[in-house]
């Protein structure tokens, strides 16, 4: 009879042996994205493919500032996503400890409204958004546009209350009984325990601004005010496209999020697995 | 210091009364136990004497002043949680220390009565550890801790031993009595364990379904029930029932135990054929002959403990009989014994509960 670990030997290897092949054909796209950032843009498409990385990636980037000022860019979508993150922990937090904690008419209703808005596509609410911010408060190309719209995020008060409505209510009740005022029974006590779970959150809410697309393009059209995708964007002409330039820029723009995944990727299991089991 | 008194309190939940009218006096330095079966309000009444729970109706008075309106933290309280509630993420020093920081008390001062309380529940060396850090009872040490160092007129426990081990929970009780005796202070203390009860209380408030059922002191309430179900909550193991009917003269027939009679002053004003429930706890059998009705046992179950044995029969005739004898301890399952009842030793209750004296 084989023992125990033995076995489990063996069914590592079966395990590695399908998930190593699946990896690679995952990593494949973004290593030849690499690859191609430091590539001339004729070497792209030169029919010898290249798989290791070339030297041209300053000059690319050199192209790609001169074409679009990516600097710039990429210090509006830094300005944006953090700042929106930032607002946006602290709204959904917020509003997530008022559904937990307090009692009050019409909170079923409210917090069914809240989710309900899940349900409806970005697509649907983006053209009325646009509406009212461009043409009815004239705010087309203003750091208010491109960072407030966004912040009121249902996913982030959805995880929040499901944050504090596992911890103990007695952890409340006491420090309620101590005198404890109610502003600092939610900054003391359940924003330090819901640690992991803001972290989660403050990642999902930074890539979702940092990826976001469709509404910086549709508000922010002046070169000062656009982000790094949107500027990404405009490279792909009618009758030429910089792929070498966008390779650069994409690559720019992979690399912060991965670094802050690698250093807070444990948060994050955390975070998305909160709630699964008691 | 002070006393507390609840007059006519009653909690709703919508439509749902929970507590139907509570009234009761709690003197100045007294120890409380609320003790009742799961769901019959103790906790709830205990929270809404903190200010946890708004009260439907009535009035609570925490010495002379009517708390109702009042907030948790100005009702001069201190409340201990079964689970402890301390702040994970606080070193135990930081844990007593909150309520007084968040308050503005001076920093000489939290810090005295920090040291204070942690002398008293001898836990000086765990002050820099966190909770995760602590077994049970230092955790639950650390609960009262926290307590103490708010200097309340008024504690309450709320299943504070729950958690708790047996042993531990041996230990805790001895040392939640010390500190009242030290301390003096007010306490109110919920369980559902009735050993604690006794052990603990000056008086116990017996409760089931949000209503006062009897409060008295831990042996008026073993001698004295006022009813079936406070004669079956009180003592462990419970008080044995046993249907009765009677024969009139004051003689009761015991149908379900082979038909064995017995005289009771209290069953005289029964008529002939009247049912009754006749209580005899596990401590007080005879033995066979020497009380005043003979009970012929099969046993299913022995349990010796060394000190006393435990013989739970006749669950065949649906009607269970436990006996607690001391000198008994070669009885086992399968065996047949004889013991009887002390008519002195006998309460007698109405079908509806109600004690017959």
């Given at each position: 009879m084989r023992s125990k670990s033995s076995r489990r030997f063996w069914r590592q290897v079966a395990i590695h042996a399908v998930m190593g092949p699946l990896a690679l054909v995952w990593l494949f796209?973004?290593?030849?994205?690499?690859?191609?950032?430091?590539?001339?843009?004729?070497?792209?498409?030169?029919?010898?493919?290249?798989?290791?990385?070339?030297?041209?990636?300053?000059i690319n980037f050199q192209a790609?500032?001169?074409e679009t000022g990516f600097l710039r860019t990429l210090f509006v979508s830094v300005m944006v996503a953090?700042?929106?993150?930032?607002?946006?922990?602290?709204?959904?937090?917020?509003a997530g400890w008022a559904l937990v904690r307090y009692r009050f008419r019409g909170k079923a209703l409210v917090t069914a409204?809240?989710?309900?808005?899940?349900?409806?596509?970005?697509?649907?609410?983006?053209?009325?958004?646009?509406?009212?911010?461009?043409?009815?408060?004239?705010?087309?190309?203003?750091?208010?546009?491109?960072?407030?719209?966004?912040?009121?995020?249902?996913?982030?008060?959805?995880?929040?209350?499901?944050?504090?409505?596992?911890?103990?209510?007695?952890?409340?009740?006491?420090?309620?009984?101590?005198?404890?005022?109610?502003?600092?029974?939610?900054?003391?006590?359940?924003?330090?325990?819901?640690?992991?779970?803001?972290?989660?959150?403050?990642?999902?809410?930074?890539?979702?601004?940092?990826?976001?697309?469709?509404?910086?393009?549709?508000?922010?059209?002046?070169?000062?005010?656009?982000?790094?995708?949107?500027?990404?964007?405009?490279?792909?002409?009618?009758?030429?496209?910089?792929?070498?330039?966008?390779?650069?820029?994409?690559?720019?723009?992979?690399?912060?999020?991965?670094?802050?995944?690698?250093?807070?990727?444990?948060?994050?299991?955390?975070?998305?697995?909160?709630?699964?089991?008691? | 210091?002070?006393?507390?008194?609840?007059?006519?309190?009653?909690?709703?939940?919508?439509?749902?009364?929970?507590?139907?009218?509570?009234?009761?006096?709690?003197?100045?330095?007294?120890?409380?136990?609320?003790?009742?079966?799961?769901?019959?309000?103790?906790?709830?009444?205990?929270?809404?004497?903190?200010?946890?729970?708004?009260?439907?109706?009535?009035?609570?008075?925490?010495?002379?002043?009517?708390?109702?309106?009042?907030?948790?933290?100005?009702?001069?309280?201190?409340m201990v949680?079964?689970?402890?509630?301390?702040?994970?993420?606080?070193?135990?020093?930081?844990?007593?220390?909150?309520?007084?920081?968040?308050?503005?008390?001076?920093?000489?001062d939290t810090e005295r009565r920090v040291a204070e309380a942690a002398r008293i529940l001898r836990i000086e060396p765990l002050l820099d550890r966190r909770p995760k850090a602590l077994s049970g009872g230092q955790r639950q040490r650390v609960a009262i801790g926290r307590a103490i160092v708010r200097k309340p007129e008024v504690f309450l426990f709320d299943e504070p031993l729950s958690n708790l081990d047996a042993e531990l929970r041996v230990q805790m009780r001895i040392e939640i009595a010390r500190l009242h005796s030290e301390l003096g202070t007010t306490m109110i203390y919920v369980t559902h364990d009735q050993t604690e009860a006794m052990t603990m209380a000056d008086r116990i408030v017996v409760l089931r379904a949000g209503r006062v059922e009897q409060i008295g002191a831990p042996l008026d309430l073993y001698d004295n029930p006022v009813n079936q179900f406070v004669a079956g909550f009180i003592g462990s193991p419970r008080m044995n029932f046993l249907a009765a009917e009677s024969l009139g003269g004051g003689r009761l027939k015991l149908p379900n135990q082979g038909g064995a009679e017995?005289?009771?002053?209290?069953?005289?004003?029964?008529?002939?054929?009247?049912?009754?429930?006749?209580?005899?706890?596990?401590?007080h059998f005879a033995a066979a002959g020497q009380g005043n009705c003979d009970l012929h046992l099969a046993i299913?179950?022995?349990?010796?403990?060394?000190?006393?044995?435990?013989?739970?029969?006749?669950?065949?005739?649906?009607?269970?009989?436990?006996v607690q004898a001391a000198a008994v301890r070669s009885a086992h399952a399968g065996d047949r014994v004889a013991v009887s009842i002390p008519a002195a030793r006998a309460y007698l209750f109405d079908p509806n509960g109600a004690r017959r004296a």
């Open positions: 796209p973004l290593w030849m994205m690499a690859v191609f950032s430091t590539m001339p843009e004729n070497g792209i498409f030169s029919p010898d493919i290249e798989l290791l990385p070339s030297d041209q990636f300053w790609l500032q001169a953090l700042v929106s993150t930032v607002l946006s922990v602290m709204l959904t937090s917020m409204l809240i989710f309900g808005t899940m349900t409806l596509p970005y697509f649907v609410v983006v053209v009325p958004q646009f509406i009212m911010v461009a043409r009815d408060l004239g705010l087309s190309n203003t750091w208010f546009a491109l960072i407030v719209p966004p912040l009121f995020n249902s996913l982030g008060v959805l995880f929040m209350r499901q944050a504090f409505s596992m911890m103990p209510r007695e952890l409340f009740d006491a420090a309620q009984i101590e005198g404890v005022k109610e502003w600092q029974i939610f900054t003391r006590v359940a924003l330090p325990l819901a640690k992991p779970t803001l972290a989660a959150l403050a990642i999902i809410l930074f890539l979702a601004s940092w990826n976001n697309y469709l509404w910086p393009l549709l508000i922010a059209s002046e070169p000062t005010m656009m982000t790094a995708p949107v500027a990404l964007g405009t490279l792909i002409g009618v009758n030429r496209v910089s792929w070498a330039s966008i390779m650069t820029g994409a690559v720019l723009l992979t690399l912060p999020m991965v670094i802050v995944f690698i250093f807070l990727q444990r948060f994050f299991m955390a975070g998305i697995t909160t709630g699964a089991v008691k | 210091m002070a006393g507390v008194t609840v007059s006519a309190v009653r909690k709703r939940y919508g439509s749902v009364e929970t507590i139907h009218g509570v009234d009761f006096s709690i003197a100045d330095g007294e120890f409380v136990v609320f003790v009742g079966p799961s769901g019959c309000g103790k906790s709830t009444l205990l929270r809404m004497i903190a200010g946890l729970e708004d009260i439907s109706g009535g009035e609570i008075s925490i010495g002379s002043r009517v708390v109702n309106d009042v907030d948790p933290s100005d009702r001069g309280t201190a949680f079964q689970s402890y509630a301390l702040y994970p993420h606080m070193t135990v020093a930081q844990n007593l220390s909150f309520g007084l920081r968040m308050n503005g008390n001076p920093a000489a017995i005289g009771l002053a209290a069953a005289q004003g029964l008529a002939a054929g009247q049912k009754a429930v006749l209580g005899i706890r596990p401590e299913d179950v022995a349990e010796h403990l060394g000190a006393t044995s435990y013989l739970y029969a006749n669950t065949k005739v649906g009607e269970p009989v436990v």
